[in-house]
């Protein structure tokens, strides 16, 4: 079994960044890829980017450029850096790592960006 625990969340204004941080404890691999999402009131959950072993990341057209993944296999950690933050991207920011006979999620951190 694994535990993601995501923190970092908060008020921000637009035009702000914030780091928001996902470390995982049990069962870990450090082959696991690991990923973020959100989801806003209303909406599906929608897939950010993803980050391999190796810190290969990739990224959804929605955040590309602005928002950069990155992970430290010595702490189970992985990262994600928000820059030039929107009132749009206030949503509920989930971590998971994703294997082929199972998929992990947190609880969470909630990023609300003011106008």
């Known amino acids: 079994q694994v535990e993601l625990v995501e923190s970092g969340g908060g008020l921000v204004q637009s035009g702000g960044s914030l780091r928001l941080s996902c470390t995982a404890s049990?069962?870990?691999?450090?082959?696991?890829?690991m990923g973020w999402y959100r989801q806003a009131p209303g909406k599906e959950r929608e897939l950010l980017g993803t980050i391999t072993d190796d810190g290969r990341a990739g990224y959804e057209d929605s955040v590309k450029g602005r928002f950069t993944i990155s992970r430290d296999n010595a702490r189970n950690t992985v990262y994600l850096q928000m820059n030039s933050l929107k009132p749009e991207d206030t949503a509920r920011y989930y971590c998971?790592?994703?294997?082929?006979?199972?998929?992990?999620w947190g609880q969470g951190t909630q990023v609300t960006v003011s106008s």
């Open positions: 049990g069962s870990v691999f450090s082959t696991d890829v």
């Open positions: 998971n790592i994703a294997r082929w006979n199972a998929i992990f």
